[in-house]
């Protein structure tokens, strides 16, 4: 048994407060006290981010995925080309909020939360001597509203007064260290302090309120249909509705009547639809959804619950107008102040190729529009030709003001090359190329010509020297071998697919760079080192650090981290995950106890690649307990800052450990599968979408089943068997 650096945090998937219904979360008055109960069960549609309710509070936090202000980074010590200014994402306002009065008294908070999955709700209830309160709320995935009906059930005479509210946005405020909600210490995930730039009121009615970011130029126009409180008088047996429409829209543009008048449209078309209407356009669309994104864990229906959750999260987080991408927070709380990470492009962009494509898609078009910045971004860096994508950013530029562990990552560039050749092989849309993706594809690869290098020491092998790899704790190393092996794989598709915009000589060059790549080797362990100087380094203490001094990151220098030999997250295995065929199935095996030995997995993106990579090697019990903690990470808030906002990488890695590790799925070359039995989980079967059809597996003990659901035909390989069907045919095969 291999002896781990540290125990990762874990729970059962029965031991959670919120049932077993795997389409439901439902939380009783007592749960609604539990910190991660607002970003569990936020509504969302991409832009507008609305989160659940709290114990004793009727208010909910609005985030706008793109909306940013624009603040700077103010250096004692500066340098050339560090980032001046950081984006940041401010609350809005809430224009669905109201304000209940029974008999002259004020309707206290909720006593019970229910998110529906299935139908895109949220259900909320309050009771007072009097009244049954119970609420439906919901944000339309096909506009920018949102919409709430508001139930009364008299139990005794009552006059009841519902005042639709729109909340002031966040004004601007000193902003000191964060807090962790785990240990009381600083913690610099949630944000860096400093003046915060906060909303400027612009025009505010009675029913439409304006407000503006001066230092971004972003403003947002809310709207409620009818501001005038509501009176019903009730006698004892009554039911009572009342409907509230409400609608948010932003703009960058000099001008906010465009999206003023846009919002007053969508209030107006809402009430002309009404609420019923509405509600089943929304669970129209979630069907469809689901349709393509089905999942059935039938033994262990807490777990289905879970990757269910994170399915929902992560298509509501998603930005899908080409202007926006994913936050590692989504529009889910206030964590790394809204930025976008390289984990977008690596967890999450491939997961929605199989299921939202057009999601998929207009993440990579965000990614695309921001070319230009990184291009400057480059130039900043000392790279006098190519682009390079920044490690955090809202607007496009690079907002990361400690660049040993943020700007010196470069392998984001092969990230957002392998989100793109995701994209294209799961869908088969190469048009992407013609739409600017090519045009970024060789930029981005010309930065590997210009940072590395072909050794005469090393037999002209190309070497990268001095970047940081996904492992943070490890920073400005020689030859990353996560970033060599990806900048390689970027390279050949660069030249592959985007001929037009590569000379002879750059081709020709990106090819040999390619083919003799340097990668890091450690005889003693007999495998591929994460870096050149990885196991040189004096191992870390294990013994020696308390148990409460996790995450290493909130209790060690940076420095004193970096002379050590430590991993923070999946790095060399993350590596495994992605690129299966770079490694024996021996090797990997190596890889997976090395690798373990050493890390401490402080970050949530550790847990789903160590699951496909114990799965690649048949370690079904290893493959589990990792997928059990990537799985609840915030359902039961393992890492102790789910109120801080859901990990969106790690509800991708849920889904990505069924299908590319228990499963076997890969789609970068084709379709293929080499499914296992996982005794630890039983019978589970999903769906995805290839190039325009939807297959759907099953596996029930040493059996899987393949059905065509959709489509016309389809070929694809099991283990090593070339398999077709037509649609509605449908085939089985033994596990290996």
């Excluded at 682009?387 to 990230?415: K, M, V």
């Excluded at 296992?676 to 995805?688: D, H, R, T, W």
Aim: aromatic fraction near 8%; charged fraction near 20%; charge should be negative.
């Amino acid at each position: 048994m291999v002896k781990l650096a540290r125990e990762l945090p874990d729970a059962d998937f029965n031991s959670l407060p919120f049932g077993s219904d795997p389409w439901r979360l439902c939380a009783g008055e007592a749960d609604l006290a539990l910190g991660r109960i607002p970003a569990l069960m936020t509504l969302g549609n991409g832009f507008i981010g609305l989160c659940g309710p709290s114990a004793g509070s009727t208010d909910a936090g609005v985030y706008l995925n793109g909306v940013h202000a624009r603040m700077p980074i103010h250096y004692h010590e500066g340098a050339y080309g560090y980032a001046l200014e950081g984006d940041v994402r401010i609350p809005a306002c809430n224009p669905s909020m109201f304000r209940i009065e029974v008999n002259g008294q004020t309707a206290a908070g909720w006593s019970s939360a229910e998110l529906d999955m299935a139908s895109g709700q949220l259900r909320l209830t309050c009771r007072t001597s009097e009244v049954a309160i119970t609420v439906q709320r919901i944000v339309m995935m096909t506009s920018n509203l949102i919409v709430t009906r508001i139930g009364l059930i008299a139990e005794a005479d009552a006059v009841v007064r519902v005042t639709p509210v729109i909340t002031n946005p966040a004004k601007g405020s000193a902003k000191g260290p964060e807090l962790s909600s785990s240990d009381g210490v600083y913690d610099p995930r949630v944000g860096n302090g400093g003046i915060i730039p906060g909303w400027t009121e612009v025009a505010v009615s009675p029913n439409t309120r304006v407000d503006c970011l001066l230092s971004s130029g972003w403003t947002t126009a809310a709207v409620i249909a009818d501001c005038e409180p509501k009176e019903v008088r009730l006698a004892q047996g009554v039911h009572e509705t009342i409907d509230l429409f409400a609608a948010i829209e932003a703009t960058s543009a000099a001008s906010y009547q465009e999206a003023l008048d846009s919002a007053l449209e969508l209030v107006g078309t809402a009430r002309e639809k009404g609420f019923e209407t509405l509600a089943q356009e929304q669970r129209d669309w979630w069907r469809v959804f689901w349709g393509n994104a089905s999942l059935s864990i039938p033994n262990l229906p807490a777990a289905e619950q879970a990757v269910r959750h994170g399915l929902f999260q992560l298509i509501q987080a998603a930005g899908r107008d080409g202007r926006t991408s994913l936050a590692a927070k989504g529009q889910t709380g206030e964590g790394y102040e809204g930025h976008v990470f390289w984990d977008a492009d690596v967890y999450a962009l491939p997961v929605l190729a199989q299921m939202a494509p057009a999601t998929a898609r207009a993440m990579l078009t965000w990614r695309i529009s921001c070319l230009d910045d990184a291009r400057a971004n480059a130039r900043s860096m000392g790279q006098n030709v190519g682009a390079l994508y920044p490690w955090r950013t809202i607007g496009g530029r690079e907002c990361s003001s400690y660049f040993p562990a943020g700007s010196a990552q470069y392998h984001i560039n092969a990230d957002v090359a392998f989100a793109l050749k995701s994209y294209i092989s799961a869908t088969g849309d190469e048009s992407i190329l013609a739409d600017g993706g090519a045009e970024m594809l060789a930029e981005t690869a010309r930065i590997w010509l210009q940072i590395g290098y072909h050794d005469p020491e090393r037999n002209g092998a190309f070497v990268i020297n001095r970047v940081t790899g996904p492992d943070e704790y490890s920073a400005l190393v020689d030859n990353n071998l996560y970033t060599n092996l990806m900048a390689a794989e970027h390279m050949r598709f660069a030249v592959a697919s985007a001929p037009n915009y590569l000379s002879l000589d750059e081709a020709t060059a990106m090819l040999a760079a390619a083919d003799s790549m340097f990668l890091p080797y450690d005889e003693a362990h007999c495998i591929p080192a994460q870096d050149a100087s990885f196991f040189a380094r004096e191992p870390w203490p294990f013994t020696e650090t308390p148990s409460d001094h996790y995450p290493l990151l909130l209790h060690y220098h940076p420095l004193t981290i970096y002379r050590h030999r430590i991993s923070k997250q999946a790095d060399a295995v993350l590596a495994m995950a992605l690129l299966p065929h770079a490694f024996d199935l021996a090797t990997r095996a190596r890889m997976l106890n090395a690798y373990e030995a050493v890390t401490v997995h402080d970050s949530t993106l550790s847990a789903s690649p160590f699951a496909i990579a114990a799965a690649s090697v048949g370690d079904t019990e290893r493959a589990f307990h990792y997928w059990r903690v990537t799985s609840l990470t915030d359902t039961a808030d393992l890492f102790g800052n789910s109120n801080h906002g859901l990990h969106m990488a790690a509800l991708a890695g849920a889904w990505n450990t069924l299908a590319r590790g228990f499963a076997g799925m890969r789609s970068v070359d084709g379709l293929s599968f080499a499914p296992i039995a996982v005794p630890q989980l039983g019978n589970f079967a999903f769906s995805v979408r290839y190039h325009g059809c939807r297959l759907q597996l099953a596996i029930e003990k040493n059996v899987v089943r393949y059905a065509l659901e959709e489509g016309t035909q389809l070929q694809f390989r099991h283990q090593d068997e070339a398999l077709s069907l037509a649609v509605g045919e449908s085939i089985e095969r033994a596990l290996s």
